[in-house]
């Protein structure tokens, strides 16, 4: 039975061990390419690690904030519901990348592979993200070694972009412009043409520039998709970028305030004074829009959208892609689950499951 291994990344080359974050998979669940299986923290990074290919998970004997060390193999993906991996695939491959890559470098191990196969120099590689088979890929079609050079030579720290061009993407410029600390380039959306303005920013035309942009040396964006009607859309821009090489860098507004203790991760937008209390968690490219409150000890999944006035009592939890409407209330210690969706106005009481609807003005349960 055919089975692909999923092995755990090097993130920080001077940290073999990586803090299992979250797991957003379970024992034979079905995934496809590019799915999330899971989320590694160091101390210095963070990187989210995706199926390289379509299966069902199998020998996954891992928890959530358990420690993995860099070339374990974390499970398999097994062509078919009840696979086991083999002894082979069982078995852990040594973190090679500890010495042999360059500092700074972070790299899966497949695409470290596809790299030597390829004979892309490893020091030719951004260290600003995660370095992934596609992007390995993308930097060996580029051609000669002295073109990737150039590459690096115009690496720009400050140069971000962001991905749409609608009223999310307006207030993504607007913060952008407040915090004054990275260089605006422009906006990319899928069905503007190049050459107008948004807000004073150039549109630079659909996401086939990012391979262009990638080579004057951007390596950051911003995903404006807000994905209200459909999150899928939000999260096949971010799978996107990821895949062209960018980082998602949390933006904060500076007229936002956060507690010390709360954590955010990458690519999540916090606008102007939504609120985050003490040790709230904030997953990946989750939004907490303007005005919106969440209080202590609230945990968000992974592209949670937190609409504007919104307030979450203590203790909630609100599971990946679920949405919570404008000017909603959430009781304390409440879950909402994945892929829910909060209708504006309403006020919950209770646990609402995954994929539920609950409608605007309400009170669930009613």
Do not use: W
Not at 133 to 147: F, K, M, P, T, Y
Request: charged content about 15%; overall charge negative.
């Amino acid at each position: 039975m055919k089975s692909t291994p999923v092995i755990i990344p090097l993130v920080n080359p001077n940290e073999p061990d990586a803090l299992l974050a979250a797991l957003h998979v379970t024992e034979g669940q079905h995934v496809s390419t590019g799915d999330p299986i899971c989320t590694l923290e160091t101390t210095k990074s963070t990187a989210e690690v995706e199926a390289e290919s379509s299966g069902y998970v199998a020998g996954l004997h891992h928890q959530t904030g358990q420690t993995v060390r860099a070339g374990e193999v974390l499970c398999t993906l097994a062509d078919s519901p009840g696979g086991r991996p083999s002894a082979e695939d069982r078995t852990a491959q040594p973190a090679t990348g500890v010495t042999e890559t360059p500092p700074g470098l972070r790299i899966t191990q497949p695409a470290l592979a596809l790299a030597r196969q390829l004979d892309v120099p490893l020091d030719a590689l951004p260290v600003e993200s995660l370095v992934t088979e596609s992007v390995v890929r993308g930097i060996a079609d580029q051609g000669a070694a002295a073109d990737i050079t150039v590459l690096q030579a115009g690496f720009d720290p400050l140069a971000i972009i962001v991905y749409g061009a609608g009223g999310h993407g307006k207030a993504l410029i607007e913060l952008l412009r407040a915090l004054g600390s990275y260089r605006l380039l422009g906006v990319i959306d899928d069905g503007i043409p190049a050459g107008g303005l948004i807000l004073g920013v150039p549109i630079l035309g659909s996401g086939q520039v990012l391979v262009d942009l990638f080579q004057r040396g951007v390596r950051l964006a911003v995903n404006a998709v807000g994905g209200i009607g459909d999150v899928s859309v939000r999260v096949k821009i971010f799978r996107r970028l990821s895949q062209a090489g960018f980082s998602c860098p949390a933006v904060v507004h500076p007229r936002a305030y956060i507690e010390p203790s709360a954590t955010l991760s990458p690519g999540v937008q916090v606008f102007p004074h939504a609120y985050l209390g003490s040790d709230v968690r904030l997953g990946f490219g989750t939004i907490a829009n303007t005005g919106a409150i969440i209080s202590h000890d609230c945990t968000l999944g992974n592209n949670v959208n937190v609409s504007p006035g919104a307030i979450l009592a203590g203790g909630v939890q609100v599971d990946d892609n679920a949405l919570i409407g404008m000017g909603v209330t959430l009781n304390l210690m409440v879950r909402i689950g994945a892929g829910a969706r909060i209708g504006n106005g309403a006020t919950v009481k209770t646990d609402v499951p995954p994929g539920a609807v609950v409608r605007a003005g309400s009170i669930y349960p009613g």
